[in-house]
Structures are given as structure tokens and as C-alpha cells.
């Protein structure tokens, strides 16, 4: 009888545990308008309101402006008073592998990438994973929306849009499958296998580049033809995932690391008549044709500002300032956190703000600027009355990592935990060390 006690107990203390290191549950929608009142509303567009009131209903903003000029009757509202707070647009994190990499350095836990060169018929969403324990931890600094994009050579796949509280898939959804990703042949020597390989029969750096813009000249001339038949006798899906290239409802996101690549893609992108282009992953190489880019009107995605610059001879504190370089010549600019520690993602932001760009302006990159690259600005990136209602409350300054305090987030007007595994953790510890320092 002591044994089965034994194992009932141990069985209800593990049960406990795992239940404590699950994500958290998914909030229901909106049923009772909201109001937040008395905080410092900073809207996404530069402007900001002091003891302001934001009121949403059924997910949708209703009232952004001054508490005093607030007509409707409150007692018909559920209210939070924040006053003291800071009120901002939910962030969005673009060009990511959240939900598709749990651990890298686990295959099992991988799913961002498929095997061959031309996939754009693979769709990244459908591997995004709703229950990453590493989604909780992101959303907990204020990042609410992300793109997810697969990952591979040439062309890896389609991506999305996803909210970041979510069953599965479906639910997440934000926007499906509105762009494909590009990844420029680079002409430097392939290393490792790759490269004795070539060696060995005879190749070079030249020729596989060769092979790999002809491969896409072909496709997208094979989807150019495609895209001109109304109903193709044989659905061809590599050729039906392109088709939204030439008519404008898809984003070409194009990657190049050499200024004669980013030169070459857009090119090329422009010969076969796509009418949306973005350059991801822009840095100094970016720069450097920065007038070529700005002829093209070609919006920027930046990368990771926190990082060393990529020449030795370059400034140190390049990638800080690089924003606020390409927005003063014109350019549509998003920041965005390449590694996997993506709830940095406000600090990536912020930091540019002391080289070159306005509290204001550094939020934008990661608001704003990222939903019209997105293509998302009409339903969010900023607090304006008809938007969806995704706003994060902070205790302090968002993007700066010393005060950063979220206590509130809401997506589409849902009130959304703030639990994630590095809290449920720190809890656990702490019990430790307080039922130790208390016998």
C-alpha cells in the first residue's frame, strides 16, 4: 500500500511538472469592449499621446486619442488602468524560422527547409509549429506578428504571416503565403564538400553559378507561360506558387550578400516582370548600391543591427547606424533579428536609435515599416482607429532591454499570456532556493 502511495504521489508531482513546462493556453477571442487608459500611446506613425485612452472591440480598435476627449460611456467597458505605462503597436518580426527550429543543433526539432534548389511550392506555414516553447518567450518582449520564411537555396519556399497565440496552424494564420524567397547564387567558391566536389570534375565557382541562373530562367519562364493559361489541363504547383509573382498578390524576397548579386537579383527579378520586390538580410554590402536600389524603389529588410560589421575595415558601429543611413535617402526600412534569440528584437531596434533615427522612427522598423513591407499596413503596424487590435503594454521603454516590462499584450483584442518556460523555470528555482534558505 506505501508503494502505490509512493507512485501516486510521484506520478502527480511529474504530471504537475509537465503541465507547468507546457505552453500556455491560447486566450479566447474578445467578448467585452476594453479600454487601456492613462498610458503614453506611442502609435507607430511618430506621434505620441500622452494620458491617452485606447478603446477596441471584437478585435478591432474603436478610439486612439486623449482620455479627457473620450465620450463613450466607460461602465460599458472592461478597463486597465495604465497609467504611467507605455502604449505600443505589437511588434513584427520578419524574415524568421521561429516555429519551424525548436533546437538547432537537433535535426528532429528542424523543419525549415526541403531537399532540392526549386521548391516554391513549399509552404512554410504548414510546418509552423503553435506549441515552440521558444514562441511564449518571444511574444513576452512585445512581439506579437512574424513572418516565416523556409529556409534553402535558390528558391526555398513560400512564406507568412503569423500571430503568435494559436492552436495550430490555421489559427495563426495572418496573412498565408503572400511572398517567396530568393536566395541570389553567390559567384565565391563553394567550400567544404561542396567544393572538392566541383574540383574533382572539373568545376568552378563560375559554372555553378552558371547552372543556378539558368535553372531559375527556366522556371520562370516555364511560370510566365503557366501564369497565361486560364485553366491548365495539368496543375503544375512549383509553376502555380509563382504565379502571384506577375500579378502583384506575391512578394518577391530577394537574398544576396555581394553588391553585384543584389544588382544581378533585382535584374533579374525585374526581367521577368515581378511587381513586388524586397531585399532581406541588407547590410553594407546593401549600401553599397544603394543608388541602383533606390532607382528600383526596392524596400529594405536590414539585418541583425547587433552584430560585428562585415568588412574589417568597416566602421565598427555600421550596422547601428545603417538604418537611419538608408531611411534619410528615402528607403523603406525594417529591422530585424536574424539569430534565434528573437526577443531581442526590440533592443535590435532600439539601438539604432542613438545612431541617427528618433525614438519614434527606430520603433517603426519593427511596427510600420515592417507591415507595408508585409503588406499587412491596412489591419495593423500601427494604433489607428479600424486597425486590429494588437498592442503591448510596457512598464518601461520597450526597446530599451534596462526598463523593457511587459504586462500587457493583446492580439486581435485577446488579452494573451505572458507565461513562458524561462518564467515557469526561474519559479521553480526560486522555490528551491526558498524552501533551502527557509530550514
Given at each position: 500500500?506505501k508503494?502505490?502511495?509512493?507512485f501516486s504521489?510521484l506520478?502527480?508531482?511529474?504530471a ?12 479566447p477571442?474578445?467578448k467585452?469592449?476594453?479600454i487601456?487608459?492613462g498610458?503614453?500611446i506611442h ?5 505620441v ?7 477596441f ?13 473620450f ?5 460599458q ?7 504611467g ?6 511588434l513584427?518580426?520578419?524574415n524568421t ?5 525548436e ?11 526541403e ?5 516554391p ?5 504548414a510546418?509552423?509549429?503553435t506549441?515552440?516553447?521558444v514562441?511564449p518567450?518571444?511574444r513576452s518582449?512585445g512581439?506579437l506578428l512574424?513572418?516565416?520564411?523556409p529556409q534553402?537555396s535558390?528558391l ?6 503569423v500571430?503568435l ?5 490555421e ?7 503572400n511572398g517567396?524567397m ?9 567550400g567544404?564538400?561542396?567544393?572538392a566536389?566541383?574540383a574533382m570534375?572539373g568545376?568552378?565557382s563560375?559554372s555553378?553559378y552558371?547552372i543556378n541562373?539558368?535553372a531559375l530562367?527556366?522556371?520562370?519562364s516555364d511560370?510566365i507561360a ?5 485553366k491548365?489541363v ?6 502555380e506558387?509563382l504565379?502571384g509573382?506577375?500579378?502583384?498578390s506575391?512578394?518577391?524576397y530577394l537574398?544576396?550578400?555581394e553588391p553585384?548579386?543584389?544588382?544581378a537579383a ?9 511587381k513586388?520586390?524586397v531585399?532581406?538580410s541588407?547590410?553594407?554590402?546593401a549600401?553599397?548600391?544603394k543608388?541602383?536600389l533606390?532607382?528600383n524603389?526596392?524596400?529594405?529588410i536590414?539585418a541583425n543591427?547587433?552584430?560585428l560589421p562585415?568588412s574589417e575595415h568597416s566602421d565598427?558601429?555600421m ?8 531611411m ?5 526600412v ?6 534565434q ?6 533592443f535590435?531596434?532600439?539601438?539604432t536609435?542613438?545612431y541617427?533615427l528618433?525614438k ?5 522598423t519593427v511596427t510600420?515599416?515592417a507591415?507595408?513591407?508585409?503588406g499587412i ?6 494604433l489607428?482607429?479600424g486597425k486590429d487590435a494588437?498592442i503591448?503594454?510596457s512598464d518601461g ?5 534596462k526598463?523593457n516590462n511587459?504586462i500587457y499584450a493583446?492580439i486581435?483584442?485577446?488579452n494573451i ?11 521553480r528555482?526560486q ?8 530550514r
Amino acid at each position: 500500500m506505501k508503494t502505490v502511495k509512493y507512485f501516486s504521489v510521484l506520478f502527480l508531482l511529474l504530471a504537475g511538472y509537465a503541465l507547468a513546462a507546457q505552453s500556455p493556453v491560447v486566450a479566447p477571442a474578445q467578448k467585452k469592449p476594453v479600454i487601456l487608459t492613462g498610458g503614453t500611446i506611442h502609435t507607430g506613425t511618430g506621434e505620441v499621446i500622452e494620458n491617452g485612452l485606447i478603446a477596441f472591440s471584437a478585435g478591432r480598435i474603436t478610439y486612439v486619442g486623449k482620455a479627457e476627449d473620450f465620450r463613450s460611456d466607460k461602465s460599458q467597458f472592461e478597463s486597465f488602468d495604465v497609467t504611467g505605462k507605455q502604449i505600443y503597436p505589437g511588434l513584427i518580426l520578419t524574415n524568421t524560422i521561429l516555429g519551424l527550429v525548436e533546437i538547432g543543433a537537433v535535426d528532429v526539432t528542424v523543419d525549415a527547409r526541403e531537399i532540392g534548389d526549386l521548391n516554391p511550392n513549399v509552404r512554410a506555414i504548414a510546418a509552423y509549429n503553435t506549441d515552440s516553447h521558444v514562441i511564449p518567450v518571444v511574444r513576452s518582449n512585445g512581439v506579437l506578428l512574424a513572418q516565416v520564411m523556409p529556409q534553402g537555396s535558390l528558391l526555398a519556399g513560400s512564406c507568412s504571416v503569423v500571430q503568435l497565440d494559436a492552436w495550430n496552424w490555421e489559427d495563426a494564420a495572418y496573412k498565408m503565403d503572400n511572398g517567396l524567397m530568393l536566395d541570389w547564387p553567390a559567384k565565391a567558391v563553394p567550400g567544404g564538400r561542396q567544393g572538392a566536389y566541383f574540383a574533382m570534375f572539373g568545376g568552378n565557382s563560375a559554372s555553378v553559378y552558371d547552372i543556378n541562373v539558368e535553372a531559375l530562367e527556366k522556371i520562370f519562364s516555364d511560370a510566365i507561360a503557366y501564369s497565361g493559361v486560364d485553366k491548365p489541363v495539368n496543375v503544375n504547383l512549383r509553376l502555380e506558387a509563382l504565379k502571384g509573382l506577375f500579378d502583384g498578390s506575391k512578394t518577391l524576397y530577394l537574398s544576396s550578400s555581394e553588391p553585384k548579386g543584389i544588382i544581378a537579383a533585382v535584374s533579374f527579378a525585374k526581367k521577368y516582370g515581378v511587381k513586388k520586390i524586397v531585399l532581406t538580410s541588407a547590410d553594407e554590402a546593401a549600401w553599397q548600391v544603394k543608388d541602383f536600389l533606390k532607382e528600383n524603389n526596392i524596400p529594405l529588410i536590414l539585418a541583425n543591427p547587433l552584430r560585428l560589421p562585415e568588412s574589417e575595415h568597416s566602421d565598427v558601429r555600421m550596422p547601428f547606424k545603417l538604418p537611419a543611413m538608408f531611411m534619410h535617402e528615402g528607403f523603406l526600412v525594417a529591422v530585424t533579428y536574424s539569430s534565434q534569440a528573437y526577443p531581442n528584437l526590440p533592443f535590435a531596434a532600439g539601438i539604432t536609435a542613438g545612431y541617427g533615427l528618433s525614438k519614434e522612427e527606430a520603433l517603426q522598423t519593427v511596427t510600420l515599416n515592417a507591415a507595408k513591407i508585409l503588406g499587412i499596413d491596412d489591419v495593423t503596424g500601427s494604433l489607428e482607429k479600424g486597425k486590429d487590435a494588437n498592442i503591448v503594454v510596457s512598464d518601461g521603454d520597450l526597446l530599451d532591454m534596462k526598463t523593457n516590462n511587459v504586462i500587457y499584450a493583446f492580439i486581435n483584442g485577446r488579452n494573451i499570456s505572458l507565461d513562458n518556460k524561462h518564467k515557469q523555470l526561474g519559479r521553480r528555482f526560486q522555490a528551491k532556493y526558498d524552501q533551502q534558505s527557509a530550514r
